[in-house]
């Protein structure tokens, strides 16, 4: 039986992991961002922390080099979020590799476009990974938001419903990402849910409500009508669409929202996998439309996180 769809599948209960013992690693508990270097500069100060105590914390910033990859540890200081893994075109290895080191520094590592092989490889060194096969993202969180709970939320026994509980407990203890409103995520046809899901999961893992309102084309234009009302209480929107990739100029010509649009690759011929859609939207006459690259529905969820935090 097939997986249904925008089910999360755990490390250690939908896939059986097949190859070498796991890496080993000791896990260094600190997310480096601002306030955690505020913190360890303050213990130096203190007396609470030794110079070399601190070097030894601030070791791997900038960057952690390993050979085929170098890790940006530095960046959540500098953009406020971690480096995010595109996985196509890199090995599993490699992957695992990548993600285990940046698991051992952050509570929160993604990765994209990532194949269920991909995901095997990288369970192996992170038993609390789950895998998100419509979106083909990959994630290792440890810090819990509402929507990080929802996305992996279920009946589930094993470590799924572990995740959920923590999930749980730390919402209880008040360790919440504060996000503004919600970012809706909209899809003209079912074939673009890929990307949707895309960026509808990134945005849940980095603390957002998404709401998803799919298959609501200009071909039956009163099925996007009926949604208007959810759409109109949104922070920012994100449209995806494949085909002539009308679907962004009639939603921000029917709401006072900033809209990100996604052009999608799903068309006949002369849609030029995506480049008619893009055409389309870059060319939009309706104000208030952001672009961003064919199929990029992770792009298009960052951005509406910037956007839905300010």
């Known amino acids: 039986m097939g997986n249904p769809a925008n089910m ?5 209960t939908g896939i059986t992991v097949h190859g070498p013992t796991p890496m ?27 110079v070399d105590g601190a070097l030894d914390e601030l070791r791997d910033l900038p960057y952690e080099d390993l050979g085929y990859a170098k890790i940006d540890h530095h960046r959540p200081l500098r953009v406020g979020l971690p480096e995010v893994v595109f996985c196509q075109g890199k090995t599993p290895d490699q992957v695992a590799g990548i993600m285990q080191r940046l698991s051992q520094s952050h509570a ?28 083909r993202i990959i994630a290792i969180r440890r810090e819990a938001t509402e929507p990080c709970l929802k996305a992996i939320s279920g009946t589930g026994t094993g470590e799924r419903q572990k995740s959920r509980e923590s999930c749980k407990n730390q919402i209880k203890e008040g360790q919440l990402k504060k996000v503004r409103g ?26 957002n409500p998404a709401e998803r309102v799919y298959d609501v084309g200009v071909a039956g234009i009163h099925r996007l009508l009926d949604a ?19 679907l962004p100029s009639v939603v921000a010509g029917l709401v006072d ?21 893009l055409l389309a939207m870059l060319n939009s006459c309706a104000p208030g439309i952001g672009v961003v690259n064919i199929d990029n529905g992770f792009g298009a969820a960052i951005l509406a996180h910037l956007i839905n935090r300010l």
């Open 8 to 12: 999360p599948i755990n490390a250690n």
């Open 24 to 50: 080993s690693f000791t896990r260094r508990a600190f997310n480096m961002d601002v306030s955690r270097l505020r913190e360890i500069l303050q213990k130096v100060k203190q007396g609470d922390m030794g």
């Open 108 to 135: 929160i590592v993604i990765g994209t476009r990532a194949t269920p092989e991909v995901f095997e490889a990288v369970s192996q060194c992170a038993k609390d990974a789950i895998y998100f096969p419509e979106a």
């Open 182 to 207: 919600t970012i809706s995520v909209v899809s003209a046809g079912t074939a673009d849910l890929p990307v949707a899901e895309e960026a509808a999961v990134t945005a849940e893992l980095l603390g």
């Open 228 to 246: 208007l009302p959810r759409l109109r209480g949104s922070t920012v929107i994100i449209v995806v669409a494949g085909m002539e990739g009308a």
């Open 257 to 277: 929202r900033p809209v990100v649009a996604v052009p999608t690759s799903v068309g006949y011929g002369a849609s030029f996998h995506g480049l008619s859609a």
